[in-house]
T-cell receptor, first 112, second 115 residues
Framework: DAKTTQPNSMESNEEEPVHLPCNHSTISGTDYIHWYRQLPSQGPEYVIH???SNVNNRMASLAIAEDRKSSTLILHRATLRDAAVYYC?????????????FGSGTRLLVRP | DTEVTQTPKHLVMGMTNKKSLKCEQH?????MYWYKQKAKKPPELMFV???????INESVPSRFSPECPNSSLLNLHLHALQPEDSALYLC??????????????FGSGTQLSVL
């Protein structure tokens, strides 16, 4: 399985943008890039996913490098509620099991 | 309704006890998952059910026994657990397991302590 590398932790100020990086240099052409986050005392929640093009939704934006070897999750204005562990995950559409396997993630701290 | 409901929220059990964790969803999802999460670690996949049949068992010890009685319900039966099995047990569901762009919806988990 292709793996992802994320910083262990990042800090941000409230109401400022946050860019969370993810490296996936061994990504295959059939891997989707997913982001989930886990707030304290909660289960993970889906944030966004993409294949090749940049994606936007109400929660965040996903910027995917042209060679797809890295991606960045962008929170446009961080709030205290965005403090969580953010997981970047690859899901291979050629793998019939479609397992969702979590890596170690990035713990985001938001300062008021 | 986009909720996955897990009960109980907390459970304390002895090593000789038998208990069950319950998970329910009413989104019409046909795939359901159990994950185990130790403190400060990422969730680890345990089991996947697809259309009420067990499709993945990630080499989980037999003291954990999953059951999917219908498409809305998922149980995890626990028997003769060890203290190292203490963890947060998370249930998730997705529409199917059929495409890599599907989202998983997670419950808030059951915090299990084995004494």
């Amino acid at each position: 399985d292709a793996k992802t590398t994320q910083p262990n932790s990042m800090e941000s100020n409230e109401e400022e943008p946050v860019h969370l990086p993810c490296n996936h240099s061994t990504i295959s052409g059939t891997d989707y890039i997913h982001w989930y986050r886990q707030l304290p005392s909660q289960g993970p929640e889906y944030v966004i996913h993409g294949l090749t093009s940049n994606v936007n939704n109400r929660m965040a934006s996903l910027a995917i490098a042209e060679d797809r070897k890295s991606s960045t999750l962008i929170l446009h204005r961080a709030t205290l509620r965005d403090a969580a562990v953010y997981y970047c995950i690859l899901r291979d559409s050629m793998d019939s099991s479609y397992k969702l396997i979590f890596g170690s993630g990035t713990r985001l701290l938001v300062r008021p | 309704d986009t909720e996955v409901t897990q009960t109980p929220k907390h459970l304390v059990m002895g090593m000789t006890n038998k208990k069950s964790l319950k998970c329910e969803q009413h989104m019409g999802h046909r795939a359901m998952y159990w994950y185990k999460q130790k403190a400060k670690k990422p969730p680890e996949l345990m089991f996947v059910y697809s259309y009420e049949k067990l499709s993945i068992n990630e080499s989980v010890p037999s003291r954990f026994s999953p059951e999917c009685p219908n498409s809305s319900l998922l149980n995890l039966h626990l028997h003769a657990l060890q203290p190292e099995d203490s963890a947060l047990y998370l249930c998730a569901s997705s529409l199917t397991t059929g495409h890599a762009n599907e989202k998983l919806f997670f419950g808030s988990g059951t915090q299990l302590s084995v004494l």
